[in-house]
């Protein structure tokens, strides 16, 4: 019997509105260790696929395998050791942050909230060090710091429970090339030290096929059916 | 691009630094100095005269009765010759003390079921909502004198009557602002990290609404003010003795008649003023708690 | 085309710029007495027909010079320096010359997300045709009507979508739809503010071919249009711009030919070719550390922190020389060749 994937997403519909599902019959799996990338263009419903993997988005119809375990229940209901087993940081830094939380608190948070209160001095100091983030910053909210400033906690934010998986939902596209580089670094750092596997969601081919260790088209995912822009383009991603 | 040493560094003084918009800034820096003398000068006269005066604000004396403005009596005195200056003040205290409960329970209220109602979703938001609405559509005043009614009268029941009729407006905005909240990658990003519905919705959506919903319980307070005076003037809501300014206020309508403009005027100032302040106050409030006002630095 | 601006009486030959930016700085007072130097004197002209990108990461100060040229910077910000387009000086004009001479007449601003920039509840020819009537002389129904077609078929907007409310567009349509608003005032000077953020490769490509067909395109007056293009997006820069100004904590520590920056021989500051050996397609390294607050800079070169080859030289401000300021640039094959194609006219210099 083959390697079990980590993560397998077969024939997954979802959307916000069930008459016009943003992602329609998707299908896509990454093995332990492995890095997917997955190439759409913008509103494509790459994010919405992105949301699902990440157990934050109920699918309409699909089967999702974490371990070879289907998953029947998605955000609060799942249980909670299935949904900090993937980590899962957004394109916009701006919203992916609570505004009233100190960088520190940002990336404690999931320790506290999973009661490992305790482990909170130790990882917040290291994960701070992986990411490149000075201990002055550590001290700010986040309208006090810069986008990328701001990125880079919330990387450590999904790293602090070391998950399995790794998601990146266009995690780069609003950053400068060093910045980028920096946090890329930091996630492969952090994949080589436990094994994690990625799936890194963009439209940057250049990015994807350096970063990654195998790409797919959004076209090829969601095989034949067209999920891709018709033309009235539904907002969905955000 | 010139070889010549940058003159703009040094900074301080050497160099012609221009400034942007100072004048409307100023506008709004007297607008808020003056609401806030205001409100200090309300808070501290109902805090301090009555306990300070010697004077008693119902003694009566029939023979001085309503006197025009003086300097024995600088707002003039009532019908039944008491004080009108320390009328106001106490009755000001009365309704200051009756729209601070009734803010503060409406307020209360109006978090727990908006928020509820926000982050529940489904059919417990559909159910909750719906009883708001009834509940709207029916005149605030008209809710308010039956509850006044089913009690005798006094301060309890006014603010009861006030707060019951005035949460709903809070559940509104905080449920709003909850729902806007709750699709954000940021309570994704908690979730994901193993919060529970309990902690998201305590640590992540509460303190986030709560300023809107301390704005909204600070307009409250004239409003609750300007109902108690309404409830009062009607004669159901305080007793008819205390000086409330709803009651002052009632009882100069048969002097105004005559020409005796002093005891309607002074208790409608004592309703109007502080109202005004208070809401300039808020106003300035409102506009610091925009987060979008607090990073206009650009970075 | 009656040009409503004036690129000046006196003598407009190719080599006039449109934009000409002589010591600007703009800092912002905090609270508590902190000052923020969000912008350190930055000189740059822009000449018609001209690109110049200005690249930066994200907090260097880059958004902070674009409103400051059009006037938008908020109250607790002070201006020093001056930013002549045309006759007229952007940061000593009053709001209602900047309203009624510069916004859409002398600048024209393509924003960095269309779909914000549009009004959501009006149709795309509804909104072309009040810009038209604001900003151009055409009057009558009918006139303002062509005009607007005219608007959107100069970007290829298709006239079927006209119709339609911004959230029927698709993102490229929409970016389409903002910069015929952007067109339609016949403004000598484009301003683009990170047109691109956001947008799929293809998209991004096609965005900046159709601003660079602008560019080169003819303008009123028989000259070209400059563009100031601020971004973040290296590919986008090289795909478009003729010079490059790199910006590093407020400051601009580059000034250079695009051609010779991102192909041979290559930025000549320490932090340029670190930004470009950043990319995915070059040596995908980060620059270790991260730039400095603005509030709080170092006396001397502020990048020195994170440079490699950083000495004691590097405590002292650097001067500014040949468009680069930096104690110890990498060397540079041909400092003649350098002087001789690079066609920046402001090289000249006084």
Redesign the interface.
Known sequence: MPEQPLLELRAVTAGYDRRAPAVRNASLTVAPGEAVGLLGPSGCGKSTLARVAALLHRPDSGTLLLDGAPVRRWRHRAPRAQRTTVGVVFQQPRLSADPRLRLTDLIAEPLRATGRREDVPDRVAELAAAVGLTPDLLGRRPHEVSDGQLQRACLARALVLRPRLLICDEMTAMLDASTTAALVAAVEDYRTATGAGLLAVGHDHTLLKRWCDRTVHWDDVTSGTSGTSLEPSVPSAM | MTCDAPAAEAGTGSTPWRSYGTKRRSTRTVRVRVSAALVAVTVLAVLLVPPLAQLDQQAVDLAAELQPPSWAHPFGTDDLGRDLLLRCVYGLRVSLLVGLVAALVATVIGTAVGAAAGALGGWADRCVMRVVDTLSSVPHLLLGIFIVALFRPGVVPVAVSVAATHWLSTARIVRAEVLSLRSRPYIDAAVSGGASRWRVAVRHLLPAVLPQAALAAVLMVPHAMWHESALSFLGLGLPAHMASLGNLVQSARSSLLAGQWWPTLFPGLFIIVPTLAIAGLAGAWRERINPRRRSELML | MGHPSSIGADAVTERTPVLSV??L?V??L?PGGR????V??A??DVAPGECLALI????CGK??LA?ALLGL?????????SARLGGLDL??ADEKTLGRTVRGRLIGLVPQSPAAHLTPVRTIRSQLEETVAALTGVRGRAAVRAAARAAAERVAFPAGHLD?HP?????GLAQRAATALALVGDAPLLLADEPT???????VDRTVDELRRHVDAETGDGTGRGLLMIT?D??AAERIADRVAVMYAGR?VE?TDARRFFGSPGPRHPYSR???Q????RA????P???PE?GDLPGGCAFAPRCPRATGACAA?P???D?LACHHPLPASGAEELRSTTPAP?NA??
């Not at chain 3, 995908?284 to 620059?287: A, G, H, Q, V």
């Open positions: 002589r010591g700085s800092r912002f905090m000052r923020v130097a969000a350190t004197d000189h740059f930066g990461e994200s907090g958004s902070v409103s910077l908020p109250a607790n910000a002070q201006s020093a320096g940061l000593t339609r959230h029927e567009l698709s993102g953020t956001g947008l799929d490769r293809d998209l973040h290296l590919a601009i000034l670190g930004l470009l950043a990319l995915p397609d995908f390294t980060p620059i550390g991260m730039p603005l401000l001067p500014v020389t468009g402001e210099r006084a």
